[in-house]
């Protein structure tokens, strides 16, 4: 079996959403399998620590830039700084030196790795180790990450973007495997020429599951309840989802929102635009109680979602989904009748498909059944199998050049 070092810029118990959940799902699953693995994250405290996480051994190194990724807004030109020195970044390919040469792995998997900076490829190859890269979000093509800039999303990299991306771009010859966790993911980068020496392919995320016990039907002739669950932010479309319901009949629905607001402003203006006391804001609490709590969940992002696993964590428990058409959602839902689809930012479509659902769906019994099972196919097992055929050259395209095996390579910019 062989040694993997993951590479990810945040690790729990450091949680901010599924990125980081599915990490750890799949560093655990190895884990349990009998993998030799280990994590190197960025510390929240600016300190390198080293600790264990349910077994696995977890290095915690501090930034060597302005500030790290998730401490918060900072002024323009401080983020314009950061992000040029997160482009190639030498101090945090020492760091991660250190631990290469401490744990000496055979394959290093890289996450999220802005904060690290596309020294983790360089620093790997250049020891000659296998290098993977996973791709949850499009750091890549764009240092914000989403490809979605005043609301809309950038089918190729805008001017600034292309500054940024161009150097990534052209270290991205570097990794052997390039995985996204949908096939919408892979693409994206691919079309803008990222990864033109890697074997590509797709592995879903997982999450550990329980199937229920029983089904829970809706009850008849009451308002339809809907869930929304996630960052409340512009990019989440919860604007087009207060505009659609503000036109549909008072009491025949009622919504519950769960999510912290980016910008407490924001939400604050939310309130004083739909003021609909059908409407009730949660904050955060644990997704299992809000779904348990709801008929139907509302997933309306506006940004390409590389994948959005609160779409099949609802399926879970029977829930249908009604979600924007963006990234990776569509490969959860279509072909499988337990949910729907609507156009992203369109208000009127979001509400047309609102109203058909208000009275019920055909074969209510039938669709929870569909939803359980279409649920069972993001496990743990299955993304780790994915993962492994894939290191192993058992799925996915075959490289695009000659493979380089264990050649000494170095990139510096």
């Known amino acids: 079996m062989p040694k993997i070092l993951f590479v990810a810029n945040q690790y729990a118990p450091n949680v901010i959403g599924g990125a980081e959940l599915s990490v750890q799902t799949l560093v655990e699953e190895l ?43 900072q002024h323009a030109l401080v983020r314009a700084a950061f992000h040029a020195i997160d482009v190639y970044n030498p101090w945090m390919g020492h760091q991660l030196a250190r631990i290469l040469d401490r744990e000496r792995p055979d394959w290093v998997s890289a996450h999220n790795i802005a904060g690290f900076s596309t020294s ?28 979605n800039k005043d609301g809309h999303n ?67 002739g009451a308002p339809l309840r809907l869930g929304f669950i996630g960052r409340i932010e512009e990019a989440k479309g919860i604007e087009e989802l207060l505009t659609a319901l503000s036109r549909l009949p008072p009491d025949r629905w009622t919504l519950r929102v769960a999510g912290r607001p980016v910008d407490p402003a924001y939400l604050d203006a939310l309130k004083e635009r739909f003021p609909l006391p059908q409407v009730e804001y949660l904050g955060y609490v644990k997704a299992a109680e809000l779904y348990q709590s709801i008929d139907m969940l509302v997933v309306p992002s506006r940004w390409h979602e590389t994948l959005c696993v609160v779409v099949y964590e609802a399926l879970g428990f029977g829930l249908p989904v009604l979600a924007a058409r963006v990234g990776g959602i569509p490969e959860i839902l279509e072909g499988h009748d337990c949910g729907w689809l609507f ?71």
């Open 31 to 73: 884990h349990g399998r009998g993998h030799q693995v280990a994590v190197a994250s960025l510390s929240r405290d600016g300190t390198d620590s080293e600790d264990f996480v349910n077994g696995v051994r977890v290095y915690r190194v501090g930034s060597r830039n302005l500030y790290t990724p998730f401490t918060g807004p």
């Open 120 to 147: 983790v490829w360089s620093t790997v190859k250049s020891r000659g180790i296998g290098l993977i890269q996973v791709l949850h979000d499009y750091w890549a093509v764009c240092p914000q990450t989403r490809m």
């Open 154 to 220: 950038c089918e190729r990299p805008c001017g600034v973007c292309s500054v940024y991306g161009a150097p990534k771009r052209y270290a991205s010859r570097l990794p052997d495997v390039a995985i996204g966790v949908s096939k919408f993911a892979i693409e994206k980068h691919l079309e803008n020429g990222y990864f033109p020496r890697a074997r590509t392919g797709v592995a879903y995320n997982g999450r550990p599951y329980t199937r229920p016990t029983e089904y829970k039907p809706r009850t008849p």
């Open 343 to 413: 156009e992203p930012g369109n208000a009127g479509d979001l509400e047309a498909n609102l109203r058909a659902r208000l009275d019920g769906w055909p074969d209510p019994e039938g669709l929870w059944e569909r939803a359980i099972q279409r649920r069972t196919f993001f496990t743990p097992e299955r993304q780790a199998d994915s993962y492994l055929a894939l290191l192993e050259g058992r799925e996915g395209s075959p490289p695009r050049v000659e493979a380089r095996g264990k050649r000494r390579l170095a990139f510096a910019l």
